[in-house]
Nanobody, 112 residues
Framework: QVHLVESGGELVQAGGSLKLSCVAS????????MGWYRQAPGKQHEWVAV???????NYADSVKGRFTISRDNAQNTVYLQMNSLKPEDTAVYYC??????WGQGTQVTVSS
């Protein structure tokens, strides 16, 4: 059974940075593409970024140039480095293995 656990979310001021982590277990992590999504209050899930097993990345326009997704296959971990945070980045952030498995989410709150 695949298990994903996110961490790293907290309250930060606008313009600040955070690095989220997602540790995977119960899966061959290195063979998977991994994604980050977010859900703001009252809104639907929004795709944020993806990284393939080969390390190729892609980003939503809303975060391009500010967020960086990366992975450490030895640690079964995918990261999301978030810089120049804006209040509109406030959301619960989830990682996903693009096969229907989700973590429990980590709250990011950006104050203005």
């Amino acid at each position: 059974q695949v298990h994903l656990v996110e961490s790293g979310g907290e309250l930060v001021q606008a313009g600040g940075s955070l690095k989220l982590s997602c540790v995977a277990s119960g899966t061959i992590f290195s063979a998977k593409s991994m994604g980050w999504y977010r859900q703001a209050p009252g809104k639907q899930h929004e795709w944020v970024a993806v990284i393939t097993s080969g390390g190729h990345t892609n980003y939503a326009d809303s975060v391009k140039g500010r967020f960086t997704i990366s992975r450490d296959n030895a640690q079964n971990t995918v990261y999301l480095q978030m810089n120049s945070l804006k209040p509109e980045d406030t959301a619960v952030y989830y990682c996903n293995d693009l096969e229907g498995n989700w973590g429990q989410g980590t709250q990011v709150t950006v104050s203005s």
